[in-house]
């Protein structure tokens, strides 16, 4: 992962659980999409940006699979915002089975109301925080 | 989409379920990430390939989210082999709601067994199959 | 399934996607609920009811299980109304692969807005159309 | 729930993830399904019998759904053993949000191996643990 080492940063631990299994006996990759989410759930909470789910819509996700995960392994999940622009964030993740990197990717994430076709700029109090000034 | 015409390509529709959408009242991101399998999936079986599930796993996959998609809607998932490597496959994926663009992306597998940590060559009949060869 | 003659029903085909399985090698039980609320939507946007979703919250579910789904399969949902209350409607389904029962039960659901802590009186032309009176 | 005092019991915490949500604004009631499981697997792993799953399929589940839960809530998920019969488990749960009841209901398992159409009596050693017996 990036190191931007003044941006904010954290790392959830979930579990593989039955359910995120598919019939290969490993995990199935939508297990990761979900976790990167709920580790970005815990950053904006802890920003105190919780409220702002429901209007930044995902604009870009991409990663790379490096290792299978398997059922009742706990699991780490670490996101960092490594760039904060006008109208989107980019996290960068990085998920770990103990030693092992299960999956490294990137998110951005934009801000737009459900009804709008546009993308805002976040507000200045919003960015502020994405930025981790306090 | 990248035009490659000599390779397998397929379309599937599939609907925006109750299930697929989330408090910001649109569709949640990891809906499309399914729907790309189920396409890959009537692809990999109009090739006589479903028997490959659990021995490909992804290796990377990204996805650039363009429009919101809402309950009801039927969208149309297209996916087309765009290169056949030595023990690798590049998907490009387009998901469209009538001519509206709500995602595109690709999708990279190989092959190896559930308990191996090497991808391993397609077999020969395999290759032959994915290159649209009959 | 209780056969109420006069009631709505209908049968809708899905397949059992490689997401629906879990590492037992079959369908994880989960996907029974999501194709049932399939049949549902069905249902109900065949009544002009479709937008009714996100008014009528879950109250009962039950469902006994009888046979494992695979990857691929297809499987026929079937919904029929068999009771419309006062507030509440239930349904019973029954999903097969071919012959096969695969799953029975039955799911009620009231009338009730998001922020309502109470169940409604279904409006009197909704009431007429889940009665299936056209 | 039943109390059977003797029997092991367990409740787990889990967070309503904004997957877990769908467009009502509030949960999607498959996400109680999942968590009754996650339940299930950490009670069945604190009795060293987390090697059940992928032999253990569900043959009855059913719930009554109380409240809504919303993006963002913890809930603890209880779960106890009611009834060890000879090649069947019966379980009953409860979904709270603090002291508010989301869910409850009860959920039967069996013990068959993927490819046996039939039921198998617990071995002796499995039907001890399930009982709560060391």
Same mark, same amino acid.
């Given at each position: 992962?990036? *190191?931007? +080492? /003044?941006?904010? =940063?954290?790392?959830v631990r979930r579990t593989v659980e039955? *359910?995120?299994?598919d019939a290969s006996g490993h $995990? $199935? $990759? !939508?297990?990761i999409l979900r976790w990167v +989410? /709920? *580790?970005e759930t815990e950053l904006l909470t802890s920003l105190g940006l919780s409220g702002l789910f !429901? =209007?930044?819509p995902r604009v870009h996700y991409d990663v790379d699979y490096r290792s299978r995960l398997w059922f009742g392994q706990e699991v780490d999940v670490e996101i960092a915002i490594v760039h904060v622009g006008d109208r989107s964030v980019r996290y960068e993740f990085e998920v770990r089975a103990g030693e092992v990197v299960a999956a490294t990717g990137s998110l951005v994430i934009t801000m737009a109301s459900p009804d709008s076709p546009k993308a805002e700029p976040w507000p200045d109090d919003v960015r502020t925080a994405l930025a981790g000034i306090r």
């Open positions: 992962m990036t *190191a931007v +080492e /003044s941006l904010p =940063r954290l790392i039955w *359910a995120d299994t $995990h $199935h $990759h !939508g297990a +989410e /709920s *580790a !429901g =209007r930044i």
